[in-house]
């Protein structure tokens, strides 16, 4: 079957560094998105791989290995505004529709 | 942000009502989706659609029926809404272009619907 897992919840600091990780199972991979999604309201993109390695965008980049079936979103100088939830999603074959995992609820701290 | 509307933004109904939910887009993109967000699950795929009159089934489409007469409009009917429908129903637009040839998915506001 296909499967992605996150972990369900994560605790940081403000001003702090937290990677969130995401594993999957898929029969066939052709993409992997993050979503940024705060509470009420819609997913917003966050960032594509589907090559190996690291896309940075400003605070928070990503990382992809393949062969491994595991990703990371990794965030720097955390923000209050960054406490949200986090959604991963795979596209496991040439068609246009994503596998998405349960996402990871961020707690920042002051 | 792409533009992506739904409507009604909320509603009650009862159980056994027909209910209909509406996403519109401004985007002219090809791929329009309908998902349900409930707590513990990933967002689950109820049904899609590639083009105008060109639909297909998710992996939770049992109770559910869309249409697409336009482009711009894609309709999710719950036929005779339960209580295990009480969801939040996004609907996400996709397209292939110089921007995004990834085909990312924009989604709209949501829907917040009780079913009692």
């Known amino acids: 079957g296909q499967n992605i897992d996150q972990p369900t919840e994560m605790t940081a600091t403000e001003g702090a560094i937290v990677q969130i990780n995401c594993t999957y199972q898929t029969s066939g991979f052709n993409g992997l998105f993050w979503y940024q999604q705060h509470a009420g309201e819609a997913p917003t993109f966050l960032s594509y791989n589907v090559l190996d390695g690291l896309e940075e965008k400003g605070r928070f980049s990503s990382f992809l290995s393949r062969s491994k079936g595991y990703s990371y979103l990794l965030l720097k100088e955390l923000q209050m505004k960054d406490s949200a939830s986090y959604l991963c999603?795979?596209?496991?074959?040439?068609?246009?529709?994503?596998?998405w995992g349960a996402g990871t609820k961020l707690i920042i701290k002051p | 942000d792409a533009g992506i509307t739904q409507s009604p933004r909320h509603k009650v109904t009862e159980t056994g009502t027909p209910v209909t939910l509406r996403c519109h887009q401004t985007?002219?993109?090809?791929?329009m989706y309908w998902y349900r967000q409930d707590p513990g699950h990933g967002l689950r795929l109820i049904h899609y659609s590639y083009g105008v009159k060109d639909t297909d089934k998710g992996e939770v489409s049992d109770g559910y029926s869309v249409s697409r007469s336009k482009t711009e409009d894609f309709l999710l009917t719950l036929e005779s809404a339960t209580s295990s429908q009480t969801s939040v129903y996004f609907c996400a637009i996709s397209e292939s272009t110089l921007r995004t040839p990834q085909e990312t998915q924009y989604f709209g506001p949501g829907t917040r619907l009780l079913v009692l």
């Open positions: 985007e002219n993109h090809r791929y």
């Open positions: 999603a795979v596209r496991a074959d040439s068609n246009y529709q994503l596998i």
